[in-house]
């Protein structure tokens, strides 16, 4: 019996680009706007933040076609679609890395709490040579009590990664997180 060789695993290559921000892959017309410009608009309620950062590789080569996209909480700590939440806040966001040099950022609102979780960002990331996406967390250094009991936090066996996962404070609402895929100082990664 003959059988057929397996084929390559896919990856995300272009494709991520072309299919989910065209624009910035210069296919213009698709849409007006790249869908996921803004986790929260003008009018959504707390304070305004901006998250910037770069994803690098085990080399430390900043990947300049990876695509990140967020989802949170408002300001309250509520999700759209609950009872309360702020109709002003979408919750989520996508954002193509920049193509010179890696670089990504996101205008939002800093989330509440969700329960006993402490305000932070979901991220997921794709790029080339990432068979899955990749999910982690933004959490908050002015956060800290939150973060002593937070459910997620509390479960990381190896104590002196939790700093991975949290953004440094660049000035007033504005922070850096840089991701790591491999190497030292590699970030936190979950299994969804």
Request: aromatic share 6%.
């Given at each position: 019996m003959i059988r057929p060789k397996e084929s390559p695993?896919?990856?995300a290559g272009p494709y991520v680009h072309i299919g989910l921000t065209p624009n910035v892959a210069g296919i213009a017309g698709v849409y007006p706007a790249d869908l996921g410009q803004s986790a929260a608009g003008p009018d959504a309620a707390g304070e305004r933040?901006?998250?910037t950062g770069q994803v690098f590789d085990g080399t430390g080569t900043p990947l300049r076609d990876a695509l990140?996209?967020?989802?949170?909480?408002d300001a309250a700590g509520r999700y759209p679609g609950?009872?309360?939440?702020?109709?002003?806040?979408?919750?989520?966001a996508r954002c193509a890395t920049d193509m010179e040099d890696g670089a990504f950022r996101f205008d939002t609102i800093k989330p509440g709490a969700v329960g006993a979780h402490a305000p932070h960002l979901n991220l997921w990331i794709v790029a080339r040579g990432i068979n899955l996406g990749l999910n982690t967390r933004v959490y908050f250094p002015?956060?800290?009590?939150?973060?002593?009991s937070d459910p997620v936090l509390s479960r990381i066996e190896h104590?002196?990664?939790?700093p991975t996962l949290i953004a440094r404070p660049e000035g007033a609402g504005a922070y850096r997180f840089d991701i790591r895929l491999q190497g030292e100082g590699e970030t936190i990664f979950f299994d969804l």
């Open positions: 695993s896919q990856t933040i901006t998250v990140l996209e967020l989802w949170q909480a609950q009872d309360g939440a702020d109709p002003h806040v979408t919750g989520w002015e956060d800290t009590a939150a973060q002593a104590r002196s990664r939790i």
